[in-house]
């Protein structure tokens, strides 16, 4: 079975875990201007730099996340992981300024606020980011594991990548909060609909996080599945028949339980989740239309009824 497809699914978000695509220049607009008299600039306090300074930062940090998902899709983690602690670094030195800047005016405190609200938001989505590739990691090696047949070192490997998943959703619901503080009908006209498009991305994110942990849940049995098929092909290959066929048929209740909760994804409104649902369901519908034919076959054979045997191993379908 190939994890590449489950990989893409893992990657959260039309655009991402978090809006990944979204080019963070639509959320500022630079300097605040204001219609004011030489003398009244010289009496007010403008935090016009500090401003610039920030949107330079969390802008520089919003292009490096951009590439994330790609990396994450081809298993390049480690450049994902060089890519984040870029970013954190930006958010946090963008914090940073904007935490000691005031001013006498109040659009520029207003976005002093909105910048501070994304900054922070920005770092929860690093962090959940960070969490998202932990959990890969663990899934690409729950997979190598039960390759090579080290079935409970595969089950712990899924247990982690769960646990990874939901730090990775804690995060993600903590940046949610924090940008569905800013009303979009507050912000500048020309930033409005990017507000609301980051919003909706989280939601969405979200929603596929939860579906994404139903189909990793999936996977336990589909692996305790794989666990059975192995241990029915040993007991074959030393004609322990009546054993082999138990374990088929275990490897085949399995796979059915497996399949029944992936079922209910493969209508997903989300075609990273539906897509890879039908495509494992696909998988377990052609496991379980060849196991009872093993089973059938070796539980002739422990009969000595070699040629009924016969006629059941001819009608696997080779998968």
Not at 169 to 174: D, I, K
Not at 249 to 271: M, V
Request: include cysteine.
């Amino acid at each position: 079975m190939r994890n590449t497809g489950i990989r893409k699914i893992i990657v959260l978000g039309k655009n991402g875990l978090v809006l990944l695509g979204l080019v963070s220049v639509m959320f500022f607009s630079g300097c605040v201007e204001n219609e004011v008299s030489a003398a009244e600039v010289e009496n007010k306090l403008s935090a016009a730099e500090e401003i610039d300074t920030s949107f330079l930062l969390i802008n520089s940090a919003e292009s490096r996340i951009v590439s994330i998902r790609q990396d994450i899709e081809s298993g390049t983690y480690t450049t994902a992981k060089t890519s984040l602690k870029a970013s954190k670094i930006d958010f946090e030195e963008a914090l940073k300024i904007l935490n000691d800047t005031s001013s006498d005016y109040e659009e520029e405190n207003q976005e002093i606020e909105r910048y501070k609200t994304l900054a922070e938001s920005g770092l929860d989505r690093v962090s959940s980011l960070e969490s998202l590739l932990i959990a890969m990691e663990h899934f690409d090696k729950s997979f190598a594991y039960m390759y090579s047949e080290e079935f409970n070192l595969s089950k712990k490997e899924l247990d982690k990548t769960n646990e990874a998943l939901n730090d990775s959703a804690v995060s993600l619901n903590s940046a949610k909060e924090k940008v569905f503080t800013i009303d979009p009908n507050s912000v500048p006209v020309e930033q409005k609909s990017s507000i609301i498009l980051l919003q909706d991305d989280l939601e969405t994110s979200e929603t596929m996080h939860v579906e994404v942990r139903k189909m990793i849940n999936g996977m336990y049995p589909c692996m305790d599945g794989y666990e059975c098929l192995s241990k029915g092909i040993e007991y074959g290959d030393v004609e322990k028949w009546d054993k082999a066929a138990d374990e088929f048929e275990k490897a085949s209740n399995k796979f059915s339980e497996s399949q029944k909760i992936l079922e209910k994804l493969k209508d997903s409104e989300y075609s990273e989740v539906s897509v890879g649902a039908i495509e494992m369901c696909g998988l377990l519908m052609k496991m379980q239309k060849d196991l009872p034919h093993f089973e059938a076959g070796c539980r002739y054979m422990e009969k000595g009824r070699y040629s009924q045997a016969q006629k059941e191993f001819n009608k696997l379908s080779g998968f």
